[in-house]
């Protein structure tokens, strides 16, 4: 499968911003998919997962109760809502992929990675 995130771009301190990717290939609804982010000078962070049905969801902590992760099977794309953004948050965000059954938090757990999106959020 092969991934393409998009909607990243320059916000203020309590905005909000929708990041979406766009996939290809298999059948969408297969994979396991997730959000992940990456600061400079940082390790990877995961920020959220998506079941393939879109039925449940996973949180990172540092994202709980401000971002949301939702699917559109028919139209194969994966969403991140990000609302009450904070500078913390600026970092390149990626999308990412896995036909394993669980969600799991540790990015070598999935497969297939989208070439990331930038984020970057003003004080």
């Known amino acids: 499968v092969q991934l393409q995130a998009s909607g990243g771009g320059l916000v203020q301190a309590g905005g909000s911003l929708r990041l979406s990717c766009a996939a290809s290939g298999r059948t969408f609804s297969a994979y396991n998919m997730a959000w992940f982010r990456q600061a400079p000078g940082k390790e990877r962070e995961f920020v959220g997962a998506?079941?393939?049905?879109?039925?449940?969801?996973h949180y990172g902590d540092s994202v709980k109760g401000r971002f949301t992760i939702s699917r559109d099977n028919a139209k194969n794309t994966v969403f991140l809502q990000m609302n009450s953004l904070k500078p913390e948050d600026t970092a390149v965000y990626y999308c990412a992929a896995t036909s394993r059954a669980l969600l799991y938090s540790g990015p070598t757990y999935y497969s297939y990675w989208g070439q990331g999106t930038l984020v970057t959020v003003s004080s």
């Open positions: 998506i079941s393939g049905n879109g039925g449940s969801m």
